[in-house]
């Protein structure tokens, strides 16, 4: 059977060629980000050039491109190229409303009236502004968006009870598995326990183990519980001759860390008594 791959056309950066990073970011900038804006690139305009401005005032012309190349560019990437994106950013930044641009000394400036947010992306991908609109629109969306996160709140907390059960079976049959191991500080763990103090025992986490998916929305706890899952089966079989099929087709099993090895004791000293020492003896230690 033939199989075809997505073909996407490669981008086009011939308007690169020949030119000073100075003119590329002037004729970049000039265009004005031409297209249309839709789905998540408003929001990722938007939390880039938060970074980008960051505790700034200002970002001047002279240096918006060596900003954004000390942020953003890789080693592969040319002068040019970092000015072409710099450019783009900060002209899509304008026509979201997120920047202001004027010219001071005939060059261009421009600011960030507001760090906070003002696009996102909405449940069905959509993106849509959620700060600088006029009042009346201002009002309906902080209405909306409120009952939205009401909405949210409620499914997450009757999706995290439904699954309470699930999940606290999974953490005791990992309990069972692998009794006395500990929790590594890793990225998996410490997104999923951001307070606890790792490294730390398994069996200490279990309230915790509990309770995390609480903190988390509907997919997420049932990402988290397939984790669960998944850990059991593959450290139940790598303690068993028989192997069986391979676990954890979706995920990967969360990374424990051997139980850690006993004290060793510490050592008898053996304390000499004076009474069957001669008399010299004991002078000389009591000397001691």
């Known amino acids: 059977m033939a ?20 003119q590329v ?17 408003p929001e990722r305009v938007n939390r880039t050039l938060i970074g980008l401005i960051a505790e700034r005032e200002t970002l001047h012309v002279r240096e918006a491109a060596a900003v954004y190349g000390a942020l953003f560019a890789k080693p592969i990437h040319t002068p040019e190229f970092t000015a072409d994106r710099a450019a783009n950013l900060l002209a899509w930044g304008v026509r979201l409303g997120i920047l202001t641009e004027s010219v001071e000394a005939g060059r261009y400036v421009w600011r960030m009236p507001d760090r906070e947010l003002m696009w996102e992306t909405d449940p069905k991908g959509r993106a849509r502004q959620i700060r600088g609109l006029p009042d009346g629109e201002q009002a309906d969306m902080n209405r909306r ?5 009401r909405a949210a709140d409620t499914r997450a907390r009757k999706s995290a009870a439904a699954l309470a059960p699930d999940i606290e079976r999974a953490v005791d049959a990992l309990l069972r598995a692998r009794p006395g191991v500990t929790v590594p500080d890793t ?9 606890a103090l790792l490294p730390c025992l398994l069996v200490e986490l279990r309230p915790m183990l509990l309770e995390a998916h609480h903190a988390m929305d509907p997919r997420r706890q049932r990402q988290w519980l397939h984790r669960l899952h998944t850990s059991v089966s593959v450290h139940r079989c790598s303690r068993s001759v028989d192997t069986g099929r391979p676990p ?32 010299d003896d004991a002078a000389a230690l009591a000397g001691l």
């Open 3 to 22: 199989r075809y791959r997505d073909r996407r056309e490669a981008p086009d950066y011939t308007h690169l060629r020949g030119k000073s990073p100075e």
């Open 187 to 195: 990225p998996d763990w410490r997104e999923a326990l951001p307070n």
């Open 248 to 279: 954890g087709e979706r995920a990967s099993p969360l990374v424990l860390d051997p139980a850690p090895a006993p004290a060793p004791a510490p050592a008898t000293v053996h304390v000499p008594d004076l009474e069957d020492l001669c008399e």
């Open 25 to 41: 970011f002037a004729e970049t900038y000039a265009r004005r980000a031409p297209g249309e804006h839709s789905g998540w690139w």
């Open 145 to 149: 968006r409120a009952a939205q996160d």
